[in-house]
């Protein structure tokens, strides 16, 4: 069973910059679809970023061109470069892996992340 492990929350003012971490027990991105949702309270999780297994990038137009997901192969690592930072990007941040069988799909604990000055 693949275990995810997220990283990298935290306070941080309007403006700012946070890298998100999300450690894979083994090495799964060769067939999972990464992706990383966010859930605010009160509100439905919803996806901001996705990476396919052959590295093709899609997010949501809330986070374009702020946001950025990447991965190193050799640390079983997907990363969520988050920048220019809102208080409406305040909320949990969950990292999934979606395997090619639909029952193969699994999520991280969630770390905080809060945007306030």
């Known amino acids: 069973q693949v275990q995810l492990v997220e990283s990298g929350g935290g306070l941080v003012q309007p403006g700012g910059s946070l890298r998100l971490s999300c450690a894979a027990s083994?090495?799964?991105?060769?067939?999972?679809?990464m992706g990383w949702y966010r859930q605010a309270p009160g509100k439905e999780r919803e996806l901001v970023a996705t990476?396919?297994?052959?590295?093709?990038?899609k997010y949501a137009d809330s986070v374009k061109g702020r946001f950025t997901i990447s991965r190193d192969n050799a640390k079983n690592t997907v990363y969520l470069q988050m920048n220019s930072l809102k208080p409406e990007d305040t909320a949990v941040y969950y990292c999934?892996?979606?395997?090619?069988?639909?029952?193969?799909?699994?999520w991280g604990q969630g770390t905080q992340v809060t945007v306030s000055s």
């Open positions: 999934n892996g979606q395997g090619p069988i639909s029952s193969w799909r699994v």
């Open positions: 990476m396919f297994s052959g590295g093709t990038t």
């Open positions: 083994r090495n799964i991105f060769s067939t999972y679809t």
